[in-house]
């Protein structure tokens, strides 16, 4: 008896740790495709140029890491999805990002956190670059 307790226990802890808070985003399709050389997408004409664009649930933040790849995260920001104010911004130094609501900050080459209340790296959409 105590041993499908004690397993009890610890499956309801691990299924309780291993809560994911990126669950909370909602998935929404993304497919489309940008002509770099459009008057819309200037910033992208150079490494480090980085665009917001609509898409995802709230937003994309487009950026530029060399001549060829480009990186696409979701502007939602992980602590806290839902709540109006969380969404992902790009640091004025052009090399993080982060959200003014919960303070929470994130590395550009991968999303992952730097510091605030948010566990979770940002949601990382796939690119390909045609060249051109």
């Not at 937003?59 to 602590?79: K, P, Q, V, W």
């Not at 806290?80 to 959200?99: K, W």
């Amino acid at each position: 008896m105590k041993r499908v307790a004690i397993m009890f226990i610890l499956i309801f802890v691990f299924s309780y740790s291993c809560k994911d808070d990126d669950d909370l985003i909602p998935y929404v399709a993304v497919d489309f495709t940008i002509d770099i050389h459009s008057t819309f997408y200037n910033e992208l004409a150079v490494v480090g140029g980085w665009v917001y664009v609509t898409g995802g649930y709230k937003g994309i933040l487009i950026y530029r890491l060399s001549n060829d790849e480009f990186l696409a995260y979701e502007r939602s920001c992980t602590y806290n999805p839902t709540e109006p104010c969380e969404r992902i911004v790009m640091e004025e130094s052009g090399l993080g990002m982060y959200d003014p609501c919960c303070g929470s900050r994130f590395i550009i080459l991968d999303g992952s956190v730097v510091e605030g209340p948010a566990k979770r790296m940002l949601r990382q959409y796939y690119t390909d670059f045609d060249g051109k």
